[in-house]
């Protein structure tokens, strides 16, 4: 499941209705940057809701992955979001941000004028 996509969440609700706080920011933080992602609803599943943290040996939800890899819950997403590291860590992946985009055009248009 992890593999199954470059970026995949393990969040209560599903995207377009998280039922916690904690997987409602991750979702919103991802959606900024145009992250396609998988989604896998732990509230379906005792199976999967504590598989994953055994997976992971992280005790909380929500867990996202990045290329397989395990790479933080709500508090370390919000962080890397701050510090510009959730740009670095998509771009290693091959994927562009939408903020960065953002960014570039912006620098872009301002040399013109
Ligand atoms: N500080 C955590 C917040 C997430 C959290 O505390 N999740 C709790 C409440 S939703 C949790 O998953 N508890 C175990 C469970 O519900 O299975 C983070 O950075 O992700
Ligand atoms: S479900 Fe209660 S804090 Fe996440």
């Given at each position: 499941?992890?593999?199954?996509k470059k970026v995949?969440?393990?969040m209560k609700g599903i995207p377009e209705e998280p039922r916690c706080g904690?997987?409602?920011a991750v979702v919103q933080i991802l959606k900024m940057h145009g992250v396609h992602?998988?989604?896998?609803n732990v509230l379906e599943s005792d199976e999967l809701r504590n598989g994953v943290k055994d997976y992971s040996s992280w005790p909380t939800i929500p867990q996202v992955f990045i290329n397989?890899?395990?790479?933080?819950g709500c508090d370390i997403i919000i962080q890397m979001?701050?510090?510009?590291?959730?740009?670095?860590?998509?771009?290693k992946v091959?994927?562009?941000?939408a903020l960065l985009e953002k960014e570039l055009n912006n620098q872009k248009n301002?040399?013109?004028h």
């Open positions: 499941m992890v593999k199954n995949v969440v393990f904690f997987s409602n992602f998988d989604a896998h397989g890899e395990f790479v933080g979001h701050k510090n510009g590291d959730l740009i670095e860590e998509l771009k091959g994927i562009t941000s301002s040399k013109n």
